[in-house]
Every structure is written in structure tokens, then in C-alpha cells.
T-cell receptor, first 112, second 114 residues
Framework: AQSVTQLDSQVPVFEEAPVELRCNYS??????LFWYVQYPNQGLQLLLK??????LVESINGFEAEFNKSQTSFHLRKPSVHISDTAEYFC??????????FGSGTRLQVQP | EAGVAQSPRYKIIEKRQSVAFWCNPI?????LYWYQQILGQGPKLLIQ????????DSQLPKDRFSAERLKGVDSTLKIQPAKLEDSAVYLC????????????FGPGTRLLVL
């Protein structure tokens, strides 16, 4: 069975500082990897995903994540965060079942 | 394009009562999912439909939870009888069902069982 670990439940950071949200997974088969974001009072929405090819994937709002097969990780990074990035971020995997297994989430709190 | 619709948005019931949630997926999406998100945890898959057939319900507590998607479009999830530990947000999502495809989530129904 697959599992997803997000070690940091909360990450406080100052505006314009860099941030990394960590995600590790365990699976005996190849996976597809996702980061979903939940802004306050909104539903879950896709931030970015890795399917194949280049191990570095980017979102339209400056986030990027790198798939590292040897370390079974898919950490999310942003070089300079904004107040508007305050949200909960969920890492998820799909092992080909077309259903997602989520981590427990990381709450990113951007402070002015 | 309309998103995934869910109703009601909030529901408060007493334990042992029954409750039902409704979901209307994005038009054309063959696959529909129900997830349960307990406070402080990530969403957990309860049941997955492909058209009107069940693909995976291995994590659905079948003694009290049931779900149906009779015409392959909208779906209902029912809990009968409810327990305190069923307090959670129930999320519906849909997709075309392709490998690696993005799932689109509704706003969720927040259930509080007293």
C-alpha cells in the first residue's frame, strides 16, 4: 500500500522569504505525484503535478516541485512567498488506481 | 465551465441520525470520487465510481455508509446511523478517469455530529 508523509504540519514564514514544503511517499510501483492547495474558505485545487519526463515541474504562480525517485520525495518550493500564498498544501500520489492518497497537509502561514 | 457542485454545505445532526449528501460532477466526467477529510488530516478516499459502477469502495464503512450514482451523473452519499467520529468534511471530486489526470473538487459538505 502507498502512503504519503508531510512532516511539517505548519510552516510560518515571512513575506518574500523562500519556503520548502516537504513530501515523501512510499510505494512499490511507479507513481504520479500531485500538490493540491486549499485557500481559506475554498475547495481543493491542483497546484502542479508530475507524470513523467522532466523531474522539475512548475506552477503558474511561481511554485516548483522536484521528483526525486531515489529519495522518494516531491518537495514543493517557492523562492519568494506572498501573503496570498497562505493556504494549506496537500501532497498526493496516484499509483495508477486513478484515485489519490493524500498526506496530512502543511499549513503555510505567510507573515508580513 | 461549471465546477463540481455539492449540497448541503453544512449539516449538524445528532448521533444515530441519518444524513445524505449530494454531488453533481463536471459535465462529461465519467469518474466520481467521495473523500472524507477529518480535521487535521488529508482527504481519504471512501468510494470511486466509473460511470454508474463502483471501482473501489474498500475504505467505505459499509455498515453505515452507502453511496450510489444511478444514472452515471450525480451521486449521493448516505450515513445511517451517524457516529460522532463521522464529523468531517465530505468532498466530492470528478475527472475523465485517465491516468495521472487532475481531479476537480467541490467545496465540500461540513458535517458535525453531536
Amino acid at each position: 500500500a502507498q502512503s504519503v508523509t508531510q512532516l511539517d504540519s505548519q510552516v510560518p514564514v515571512f513575506e518574500e522569504a523562500p519556503v520548502e514544503l516537504r513530501c515523501n511517499y512510499s510505494s512499490s510501483v511507479s507513481v504520479y505525484l500531485f500538490w493540491y492547495v486549499q485557500y481559506p474558505n475554498q475547495g481543493l485545487q491542483l497546484l502542479l503535478k508530475y507524470l513523467s519526463g522532466s523531474t522539475l515541474v512548475e506552477s503558474i504562480n511561481g511554485f516548483e516541485a522536484e521528483f526525486n525517485k531515489s529519495q522518494t520525495s516531491f518537495h514543493l518550493r517557492k523562492p519568494s512567498v506572498h501573503i496570498s500564498d497562505t493556504a494549506e498544501y496537500f501532497c498526493a500520489v496516484d499509483t495508477g488506481r486513478r484515485a489519490l492518497t493524500f498526506g496530512s497537509g502543511t499549513r503555510l502561514q505567510v507573515q508580513p | 465551465e461549471a465546477g463540481v457542485a455539492q449540497s448541503p454545505r453544512y449539516k449538524i445532526i445528532e448521533k444515530r441520525q441519518s444524513v445524505a449528501f449530494w454531488c453533481n460532477p463536471i459535465s462529461g466526467h465519467a469518474t466520481l470520487y467521495w473523500y472524507q477529510q477529518i480535521l487535521g488530516q488529508g482527504p481519504k478516499l471512501l468510494i470511486q465510481f466509473q460511470n454508474n459502477g463502483v471501482v473501489d469502495d474498500s475504505q467505505l464503512p459499509k455498515d453505515r455508509f452507502s453511496a450510489e450514482r444511478l444514472k452515471g451523473v450525480d451521486s449521493t452519499l448516505k450515513i445511517q446511523p451517524a457516529k460522532l467520529e463521522d464529523s468531517a468534511v465530505y468532498l466530492c471530486a470528478s475527472s475523465f478517469g485517465q491516468l495521472g489526470e487532475t481531479q476537480y473538487f467541490g467545496p465540500g459538505t461540513r458535517l458535525l455530529v453531536l
